[in-house]
């Protein structure tokens, strides 16, 4: 948990702290230390929404496009449509980003030398130490506040807004402890208007304490007289380290893994509040952060959220379900305007709106329609891995059938077999082509069998459900390539393009895997296959982009039962993608971003643990050390959860494995390892100890 101590200015390289709703980002030196504070609401009003571009009518012609091969003029095609109806889409249009609020700088009347700087990851406590002086911040979650102690010295406060140049003007007020700032030029409804920042220092017998908050909105909120920095960080560390304590990982042979674990979860826990976290989590030192952070979902948030219920702490999953439900009326417009059906359709990148705004002749994102289903997947897996009944009657069938009505109604079935046209696997184009501008899309097909699958489990008396099946069955396969792989795109013109960050194809090997795949042994051969393809490109010089795409590669080779390639995954993610401050990139050192903090912990858990979805009245289905890399000789982790749900407790070394399963309810487990299977019946709450011989 040490950094090396290097004084920057450069807030990227800073340590973190956060309390979900807001984070600090902590630099600078003994001469002068900084904190950059952001707020999960306060995105600056740049870019007005508008709603989606009405190109239903114009669907048969861009299906007929696509039939004939003219895949890029199908995608031009969309932009010419949206530019002549508003001309604000003759150029790309981004959403608004998540940016800094400001920057506190505390002058300490007494630098030296002989700095460092740590973070507690249990506490949430980031820490700087030199010469008889030490300076402690957290983020508390009980008081919303950043908290600051200096002990050993004084110092002196100012507070500044971040560095560079607003995208639109800003105007700025500091008087005393307290910066306002008023967005300009955002007239449109539900933009905001600006925010405060307020910092107040009390002086103790042994220094300084300050606290700081942001406040969306003109109206600052007060801070409490002198606050008890002990008791309030007793009460964070109590709520923060409950949730980090959850899961622990020891593996005497990998320190470095272990670490990165534990860093990349307690990122994930700290910029995860009200709402899930963002590219950049709940930090932001800048005013346009790259692809201006928000929630990308073609693959950037699901990484993020992956770990979350196989660690133990499904409370940071509804925060997404929350944001799906303030923009659920965007999502309608979206597929009313876009394709003419009802439903649900989830543009690649969310942010203070859901409207489909962002998409270019390259970029031809209207044509991914998988969205809404993949997001349907995560609904899921909340369920699978809490059990709540409730969630799946109030909350996830509502949301599934909606996500079915577009697909419905959107889906051409001819001759028994469904096609999705247009389609697009995210971000990849085929290496004949060039274009994005695909049909039949793999991840298309087997995100909504998820959905239709799910529905007809769970909600089978629903007037639809003869229509569901209708669908399901209607479902293309999987199709292997010439060279032997599974193919990204089930349409046999498109060859598939390796070199490519992306995987989409791979998605059931995500979650739960994809049984037709796993009992077939030439499809089994080919997704082996492909993930091996992918991953030699990943580990050679020419890859140096997307770090939580080799993280779903090397899971979705977990699942697989591929130890040395997960491995091989995890190592270069490892050693590539993760600065000193503990805070991962996007690409090599390059991109402050916080996808991988929840893809690395997730590909480590997928090493250790697989499991079925569980079906009402079936047993749970679990593989413990499904992909154990053989540089992992002895090793223990606890509070793993697999699909049922049931908790996992580990510890193996040479020719022995211990397991503790504990169930909540009273259910049977079919347990494979590498030496066997056993069937073991679980009672309620009761722990089961295994121990079994490798």
Not at 290 to 302: E, K, M, V
Not at 399 to 410: G, I, N, Q, S
Not at 475 to 504: K, M, T, V, Y
Not at 613 to 629: K, M, T, Y
Request: hydrophobic share 45%; aromatic share 8%; net charge negative.
């Amino acid at each position: 948990m040490s950094h090396p101590a290097i004084a920057t200015e450069n807030w990227e390289h800073a340590l973190i702290t956060g309390n979900g709703r807001q984070g600090a980002l902590c630099y600078g030196s003994p001469t002068a230390l900084r904190f950059t504070l952001a707020h999960e609401e306060v995105f600056q009003p740049v870019t007005e929404p508008l709603p989606a571009p009405h190109t239903a009518t114009a669907l048969p012609r861009l299906r007929e496009m696509l039939r004939a091969g003219r895949f890029a003029e199908a995608a031009a095609e969309v932009c010419d449509l949206a530019a002549a109806e508003h001309t604000g889409f003759a150029e790309t249009r981004w959403i608004d980003p998540l940016i800094g609020t400001a920057t506190l700088t505390v002058i300490p009347d007494r630098p030296g030398g002989g700095w460092s700087r740590h973070t507690d990851f249990g506490t949430g406590r980031v820490v700087h130490q030199w010469d008889g002086v030490t300076c402690e911040a957290f983020f508390s979650r009980p008081a919303d506040a950043l908290l600051i102690r200096l002990t050993g010295c004084g110092g002196t406060l100012s507070l500044a807004p971040v560095g560079g140049t607003p995208e639109r003007p800003v105007d700025f007020t500091v008087d005393g402890p307290t910066l306002t700032a008023r967005f300009r030029g955002a007239d449109w409804a539900g933009a905001l208007d600006g925010y405060t920042v307020t910092a107040r220092s009390w002086r103790t017998g042994s220094g300084v304490v300050i606290a700081a908050r942001t406040t969306p909105g003109l109206k600052p909120a007060g801070l409490p007289a002198m606050p008890d920095f002990d008791a309030l960080l007793a009460a964070h560390a109590a709520e923060h380290g409950d949730l980090f304590g959850r899961a622990r990982l020891d593996l005497p042979g990998d320190r470095r893994t272990q670490l990165l674990f534990d860093a990349g979860r307690y990122a994930i826990i700290s910029s995860t509040g009200s709402r899930p976290p963002t590219l950049q989590g709940v930090w932001s030192g800048t005013w346009s952060p790259p692809w201006r952070s928000a929630w990308t979902i073609d693959g950037n948030l699901q990484a993020a959220l992956l770990a979350v219920h196989t660690t133990g702490t499904p409370e940071l999953m509804p925060p997404l379900f929350d944001l799906l439900d303030a923009l659920r009326d965007d999502l309608r417009e979206n597929a009313r305007r876009l394709y003419g059906v009802p439903g649900l359709y989830a543009p690649a990148h969310l942010g203070t709106h859901g409207r489909q705004n962002h998409f270019g002749p390259i970029w031809c994102l209207t044509f991914w329609t998988a969205g809404a289903a993949w997001l349907g997947r995560l609904y899921l897996e909340h369920w699978q891995h809490t059990g709540d009944r409730s969630f799946l009657d109030e909350r996830a069938l509502p949301y599934l059938r909606e996500v079915a009505d577009f697909h419905l109604a959107f889906a051409e079935i001819d001759g028994g077999r469904a096609r999705f046209s247009p389609s697009y696997s995210p971000e990849n184009h085929p290496v004949n082509t060039g274009a994005q501008a695909t049909v039949d899309a793999a991840m298309d097909v087997r995100a909504v069998g998820d959905v239709l699958r799910a529905l007809l489990t769970h909600d089978a008396g629903d007037p639809r459900a003869p229509r569901w099946q209708a669908l399901l069955d209607a479902l293309p396969p999987h199709r292997i390539s010439p060279a032997g792989e599974l193919a990204e795109w089930l349409d046999p013109r498109f060859d598939d393009n390796h070199e490519h960050r992306h995987c989409s194809h791979l998605y059931p090997f995500y979650y739960a895997g994809d049984v037709t795949i796993e009992e077939d042994p030439a499809l089994r051969a080919a997704a082996v296959a492909a993930v091996r393809r992918r991953l030699r490109w990943w580990l050679s010089e020419a890859s140096d982009e997307m770090g939580y795409g080799l993280a779903l590669l090397g899971v979705a080779a977990a699942r697989l039962g591929l130890a040395a390639e997960a491995h091989a995954a995890l190592t270069r993610l490892a050693e590539a993608y993760w600065r000193p401050n503990l805070v991962p990139t996007h690409n090599r050192d390059h991109l402050f971003n916080v996808d991988l903090a929840g893809g690395f912990p997730a590909l480590v858990a997928a090493m250790l643990l697989a499991s079925r979805d569980v079906v009402p009245g079936g047993p749970a289905r679990l593989r413990l050390l499904p992909a154990l890399p053989a540089e992992w000789l002895t090793g223990s982790v606890r509070g793993l959860v697999a699909r049922g749900p049931v908790r996992v407790d580990l510890a193996w070394r040479p020719g022995m494995l211990e397991a503790t399963l504990t169930s909540a309810q009273a259910r049977t487990a079919v347990v494979g390892w590498p030496g066997g299977t056993v069937t073991v019946a679980l009672l309620a709450g009761v722990p089961s100890r295994l121990s079994l011989p490798g």
